[in-house]
């Protein structure tokens, strides 16, 4: 059964930062894309950053980059995002998603691509 399970959240002020792990199970970790998602109340869902198995390569929202960087330890079978200089408006539920089998040589930032999601993790940035 496959399982991803984050972690990592919680309240940070304006300007900090804070890690989300995304331990997954339940497959090899070697054919997938990891996509982290969040999602603000009243707003739809929207793709954050992902990450390849087969060369690393990531993206990233153009909103993001330069302040959210994902990587992955496959020895440990968890992908991370780290979050900088966090903002109010990055108050969201963070969800971790897998693609599996991969069925591109890229990931997406597109929810639908996804098969197989975590249950989130909440981050709540304060101005």
């Known amino acids: 059964e496959v399982q991803l399970v984050e972690s990592g959240g919680g309240l940070v002020q304006a300007g900090g930062s804070l890690r989300l792990s995304c331990a997954a199970s339940g497959f090899t970790f070697d054919d997938y894309h990891i996509g982290w998602f969040r999602q603000a109340p009243g707003k739809e869902r929207e793709g954050v950053s992902c990450i390849s198995s087969s060369d690393g390569s990531t993206d990233s929202s153009d909103s993001m980059k330069g302040r959210f960087t994902i990587s992955s330890d496959n020895a440990q079978n968890t992908v991370y995002l780290q979050m900088n200089s966090l903002k109010p408006e990055d108050t969201a539920v963070y969800f971790c998603?897998?693609?599996?089998?991969?069925?591109?040589?890229?990931?997406?930032?597109?929810?639908?691509?996804?098969?197989?999601w975590g249950q989130g993790t909440q981050v709540t940035v304060s101005s």
């Open positions: 998603a897998a693609e599996h089998p991969a069925v591109s040589g890229f990931c997406s930032l597109i929810g639908a691509m996804y098969n197989y």
